[in-house]
Every structure is written in structure tokens, then in C-alpha cells.
């Protein structure tokens, strides 16, 4: 998958501490994660941050105020890289301050020898890779003079949020020219589908309601495990779980969406009916430079099948623009086939070289950059209009809404279509219930509404 671009720090009201080392009331310790790149990194950070937790470190809101800063980075874009670059910066000068103090880089920008990174930033003490806690880990319970692992209990978040990220298959085996993933995050590894469960069922228990499935190709989850199991045993063995409402799956790859999957988001529950499936570009000579492994005919035809078998499915996608040699005529292919499909959402992103690839190592990167940004420019207005009509369709409607949170005085949620949807507020507590909303107003981002009850009527007017 082409990750989506995106950066949190830990907030400290988010986590709770569940299990405590020995030694931890004694001498507050604190920590702050700065993340950066796609879902798997989010969920990452969410797990280390439950390690460190349980050796009863705090999260703190600023790197400066931490005895131990991670920046879990990416680089899948140039940009991304940029803002990792920016933020050592940041915590190099914390370092002169604090000897003492803990400074780790982690994820997509460590590769498997880490000697240049090291020469670059000599104050880093330690280089991890994507899911790799143990360096950090065994230099803090060596600190504490502990043995972490007999401290550490589950990993899961004990307070989740009511949307819980969870990775199922790491690593990809498909090598995209333009890609650094597969060799970064390496081969493919799925895990068992009964540990997957009980963490399902413990995050449930917890007061999730909606599990997002994680992998860089999530459709193929299950193939390397005895018994031949698949996403739609997998989806279809959460279905029966009490306390959880929904799930979800990110991210898939055209080639590797089976019919059973397909038929497990029309059948079962509570799978909900929003698919993301980067097309990354319109045209075949170029699929083919990227190594994606489907032509644009099979991409549409998948895209019918899809939409024939689940009703009302949300579709997005994910599309690079101004790849090696990309001509005009082959981006104008792209821009017709998002015009034909008219997908819920579209992430777009300028190609970007990422050495180490086989893009970087066999083509030229042609297109100049004020042409790449212009071809998102282009992307970007075609999938707003799109977006405009998509979301004016639904004014009127009820929605189901899961309530995730508020924001500037509202509530807010998403439907099973993964809209954006804000709500008055009415003085209740809605966190983590199912509700439905009836859309008045729509934008191409975010629908507004009031919620109703089931039969359609306003629900503050029938006090319920
Ligand atoms: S190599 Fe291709 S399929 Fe694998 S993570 Fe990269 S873009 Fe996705």
C-alpha cells in the first residue's frame, strides 16, 4: 500500500497504566512518541507506548519534558523523510541538554544496518526497526535494573480509543518499483488468528467497537499460516464477537482481493462497507513501470464486481502522479479512470524517488516538480467535485454514526461508509454508541446532522 502521510505525538490523557514495575512509585519517569506515516506506525507506537507504560514510564506532551523521546518514522515520501529530518533536529539539542536522556529512532527510516544513520545522528542511541521495542526495552530494564519481560503483560492499549488500529500481516512480498516498504518491513509474516481474536476480544472488552485490521496488503493475511486460512475467516470469527460493532481492512491490493473477501464484506455483519484499493495509476505502461501486477482493465472490473456484490460500498483509493516518464496522455488515463470510478475518497501524492528501490536504481525520475504538482492539483479538484456530488446525495438521509469523539463543541463519528459525520451535541454522553444522524448539511470532507432516533424522528424532541 502506498501509506497515507500523517503525524501524531502521543497525548498524554490517552494512555492509563494497567501493571507497573517495581520501583515505578518511586521515581516518576516519562516518555513521549512522535509518529509519523501510515496506520501500521500508529499502531506500533500505540504498543510501545503500553510496554514503556507498564515499566511505568508517563507520557508527557512535549519531547522536552521526557526522559525517553522515540520518533517512529517513515519515508515513504520525500516529505515524510523531511519532517523525520526536522524533528531530530528538534531533539538533538535535548540530548546536549540530558546526556542521560533516552533518544530512539524507530520504523520505515532504519533499515537492517543502521551505520550511516549512526554516523549521521550520533546522538541517537538507538536505531530500531518497524515493531522492533526490544533494543529500547532491554536499555531501560537494564537502567531499572529489571527484567522487562517479566514486567510486560499484553501490549494492548488499556484504555484503547473506541477505533483501535490492529496489524494482522506485517511486511509486504510484492516488490512496487517505487516502494522502500518490502525492505524495511520485510517479508510477510501473518499472525495466528486465535491470538488475533483474543485481542479482539480483550480490546471489545476494553470498550472498542471498531477493530481496523492492519497490513501493507491485507488481503493476504493468512497465507503463510497452517490450515489455509484467510481475511474472511478471519473477519468472519470477529463477527461473533459481543461488545464490537464493527470492523474494517486496510489496506488491499487489486490483485489479491479474493471473491470470499469481497463476499464476506456483503455477508457478514459487521464488516463495514468501505473498501480502500490503490489504483496508483490509470494507465498500463505505467502500472507497469510501478510493477503493480494489473492492468487498468482488471482494476475495473474488480471495481464492478465490487460494487455488484456490496451495496452502497464506499470506495477509495490511493494515486501517484508524475511517475519516471509519466506523459501527459497517461496522466490524463488516470484522471479519466477517477472520473469513471468516482471513488468516496482519493489520496494523491507526487512521486517521490526513495533510493534503495528498483524505480530509483533502473528509472529516471522525469517529471519535473512543478509538473507533479500540478497533476495533484488536478487530482485534487477532480475528487473534490466528485466528492461534492457523492456527499449531496446523502442530505436527508439517517446515517449510522459511531461516535468516536468531539470536536469544537460537537460529537463526532463515522458511518459504516467512513464519512465524516458532526453532531449537536444535546447534552449526552455519546462515546463508542451506535447513533443515527440525519444529514443535513454536506461538504466534500465532513457531513453535519442531527440525530434522530430509529424511526426517523429528531430524538431531542422525543427525549430519548
Ligand atoms: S511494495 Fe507495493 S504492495 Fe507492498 S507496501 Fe509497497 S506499494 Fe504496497
Partial sequence: MQPHELSFSRAPSLQVVTQVAPGAAEQPRSYYIWTIGCQMNRADSERLASALEQLGYRPVAAPGAADVIVLNSCVVRQSAEDKVSGMLGLVKPLKQRRPDRVIALMGCMVGPRPEQLQQRFPF???????????????????????????????????????????????????????????????????????????????????????ITLLGQIVDRYGHDLPGQRDLADLLAALDALEGLARTRFLTSHPADMSERIIRAVAHLDKVCEHINIPVQAGDDDVLQAMRRGYSRDDYLRLIERVRRAVLGVALSTDVIVGFCGETEAQFQRTLELLAEVRFDKVHVAPYSTRPGTIA???????????????????????????????????????????????????WKGRTRTDKLVFFEDGGHDYLGQLVQVRIMKTSPWSLQGTRVDRAGTQAEATGL
Avoid at 177 to 199: A, D, M, T, W
Avoid at 383 to 388: G, K, L, M, N, P
Fill in 124 to 210: 541517537v542511541d538507538l536505531f530500531m526497526q518497524p515493531q522492533e521495542y526490544r533494543p529500547l526495552l532491554d536499555l531501560l530494564g537494564d537502567r531499572l535494573g529489571i527484567d522487562w519481560e517479566g514486567c510486560l503483560g499484553s501490549l494492548l492499549p488499556s484504555q484503547p480509543s473506541v477505533t483501535t488500529l490492529v496489524p494482522i500481516i506485517h511486511g509486504c512480498d510484492r516488490m512496487c518499483s517505487f516502494c522502500i516498504i518490502p525492505y524495511r518491513r520485510g517479508r510477510e509474516r501473518s499472525r495466528p488468528l486465535e491470538e488475533l481474536v483474543h485481542e479482539a476480544h480483550m480490546l471489545a472488552q476494553r470498550g472498542v467497537r471498531e
Fill in 360 to 410: 530509483s536504481r533502473k528509472l529516471e525520475d522525469s517529471v519535473p516538480w512543478e509538473e507533479k504538482r500540478r497533476r495533484v492539483k488536478a487530482v485534487e479538484e477532480l475528487q473534490e467535485r466528485i466528492a461534492t456530488e457523492i456527499n449531496a446525495s446523502l442530505l436527508g438521509t439517517a446515517q449510522e454514526v459511531l461516535v468516536d469523539g468531539r470536536e469544537k463543541g460537537k
